[in-house]
């Protein structure tokens, strides 16, 4: 079977963060200094553009669902949200929350939890403000992993985002909003804001990006070949999209 455009790209991310999974390190981002601890997906100017996009203040409960290493929710917290909680399937990434929480000085107001989705959540955790970075590519439904990071970047049959939007109402209060980030180049954006409608919520583009990537960084595949412009460019799209209960 050939190999698509967004699986190229998404094994060359993989590969990109290969050397950081292994042994951790720093990161810089937003004006400060972050602690990637092993096999935790390293932040980049992707969760920067997201985490400025949103609308963060005081008052806000907030809730990340796959936080990494804590960029979002620590930023959340120093913005002044009433309560922030931040999850993810990966104990290594919520041991990486709470250290780059305590290290910015918000150790107090972030609570970190090891949660399959919402599975760890209670039934009266309820938030204003849900968002969610997850997987971009939508992968085939048959692809299995060959390292658990991989589900970082590969959701086989959207299944995470089918179960995303089919968990999340108890959590989100009357008037709440969810943020979440896409790829137009590497998933399919139109079936998320399809089973989203499907499940009661208006949906509205909030924010677009664009991105250029030699397509020799990537290494010549014949999908990227394919994509590349008569530069030797190719283009990611991204979006963020808000979601909203009717």
């Known amino acids: 079977m050939d190999r698509t455009f967004a699986e190229d790209v998404g094994d060359w991310l993989v590969a990109q963060a290969d050397d950081l999974l292994k042994v951790g390190g720093?990161?810089?981002?937003?004006g400060l200094n972050w602690t990637v601890l092993p096999e935790v997906w390293p932040p980049d100017p992707a969760t920067e553009v997201f985490t400025s996009s949103l609308p963060l203040g005081p008052g806000?409960?907030?809730l990340e669902i796959g936080c990494g290493a804590g960029v979002t929710s620590v930023m959340a917290a120093r913005s002044g949200c009433e309560r922030v909680v931040a999850a993810?399937?990966?104990?290594?990434?919520v041991a990486n929350t709470e250290l780059n929480a305590k290290a910015h000085d918000v150790g107090h107001k972030v609570e970190a939890l090891t949660s399959d989705l919402f599975h760890e959540l209670g039934p009266d955790d309820v938030f204003d403000l849900i968002v969610s970075n997850p997987p971009l590519v939508r992968a085939r439904e048959d692809r299995t992993y060959d390292r658990p990071i991989e589900q970082?970047?590969?959701d086989p049959g959207y299944s995470i985002h089918q179960r995303f939007f089919q968990e999340v109402k108890p959590h989100l209060v009357e008037g709440g909003?969810?943020?979440?980030?896409?790829?137009d180049t590497?998933?399919?954006p139109q079936a998320i804001v399809a089973l989203a409608v499907r499940m009661g919520f208006l949906v509205r583009k909030h924010h677009s990006n664009r991105i250029e990537i030699p397509g020799a960084l990537i290494g010549w595949t014949p999908a990227?070949?394919?994509?590349?412009?008569e530069h030797g460019m190719v283009h990611i799209e991204s979006s963020i999209y808000e979601f909203q209960l009717i």
Do not use: E, H
């Not at 993810?88 to 990434?93: F, G, R, T, Y």
């Not at 909003?177 to 790829?183: E, K, L, Q, V």
């Open 177 to 183: 909003r969810i943020y979440m980030n896409t790829s």
């Open 60 to 62: 806000t409960r907030f």
């Open 152 to 154: 970082s970047v590969f």
């Open 88 to 93: 993810d399937i990966n104990p290594a990434a």
């Open 26 to 30: 720093t990161k810089q981002l937003m």
């Open 186 to 188: 590497m998933g399919d």
């Open 224 to 229: 990227i070949a394919a994509a590349a412009n």
